[in-house]
T-cell receptor, first 113, second 113 residues
Framework: DGGITQSPKYLFRKEGQNVTLSCEQN?????MYWYRQDPGQGLRLIYY???????QKGDIAEGYSVSREKKESFPLTVTSAQKNPTAFYLC????????????FGEGSWLTVV | QKEVEQDPGPLSVPEGAIVSLNCTYS??????FMWYRQYSRKGPELLMY????GNKEDGRFTAQVDKSSKYISLFIRDSQPSDSATYLC?????????????FGAGTRLAVHP
């Protein structure tokens, strides 16, 4: 099946730890995105990548890092510098210049304990 | 003022009702308009996509865009309990070749039997 796979679905992090969220897509999309969703605030863009080995900061990049070594993969690391990391994280992808239709994965819940 | 405003609800309707969901926006450069449906603890799924002004119909769903009023709507006819979800509007312009998508905060809809 074509789609976007995020793992893990649920993740618990201790204070001071870095954690990495996985995102893989087999849609042959060029662009990939990471969003954060908090209750009542909608989706906020963390990072995006339009091509392999290139990525750009979004609106709330502080405390996060990404890599894009393969077209299919766009992992997100939530570092200890992120002050309030508990949230629902969504990975998405789109064809370049597709008219802005992006498709989402099922999301990963991160909780700091 | 947020670029995109969306009433968070919740909106509760009986089965079979016509539902109207709305968003207003401030950026006249927006050209692409989307509606996503998000079930609890799931990723958003693309429901409707419209370019520029006008109407688009897909089964029980109709999307309307009024660029002169900076107002978009999603109508759901013959609503079903399975339509109970959060509906997110999203819109974008192309800025420097990157499709920056701006989301509303989402409206929670509950359709009761």
């Amino acid at each position: 099946d074509g789609g976007i796979t995020q793992s893990p679905k649920y993740l618990f992090r201790k204070e001071g730890q870095n954690v990495t969220l996985s995102c893989e897509q087999n849609l042959n999309h060029d662009a990939m995105y990471w969003y954060r969703q908090d209750p009542g605030q909608g989706l906020r863009l963390i990072y995006y990548s339009q091509i392999v080995n290139d990525f750009q900061k979004g609106d709330i990049a502080e405390g996060y890092s990404v890599s894009r070594e393969k077209k299919e993969s766009f992992p997100l690391t939530v570092t200890s510098a992120q002050k309030n990391p508990t949230a629902f994280y969504l990975c998405a992808s789109s064809r370049e210049h597709s008219g802005n239709t992006i498709y989402f994965g099922e999301g990963s819940w991160l909780t700091v304990v | 003022q947020k670029e995109v405003e969306q009433d968070p609800g919740p909106l509760s309707v009986p089965e079979g009702a016509i539902v109207s969901l709305n968003c207003t926006y401030s950026n006249s450069a927006f050209q692409y308009f989307m509606w996503y449906r998000q079930y609890s603890r799931k990723g958003p799924e693309l429901l409707m996509y419209t370019y520029s002004s006008g109407n688009k119909e897909d089964g029980r769903f109709t999307a309307q865009v009024d660029k002169s009023s900076k107002y978009i709507s999603l109508f759901i006819r013959d609503s079903q309990p399975s339509d109970s979800a959060t509906y997110l509007c999203a819109m974008s312009s192309i800025s420097g070749g990157y499709n920056k998508l701006i989301f509303g905060a989402g409206t929670r809809l509950a359709v009761h039997p």
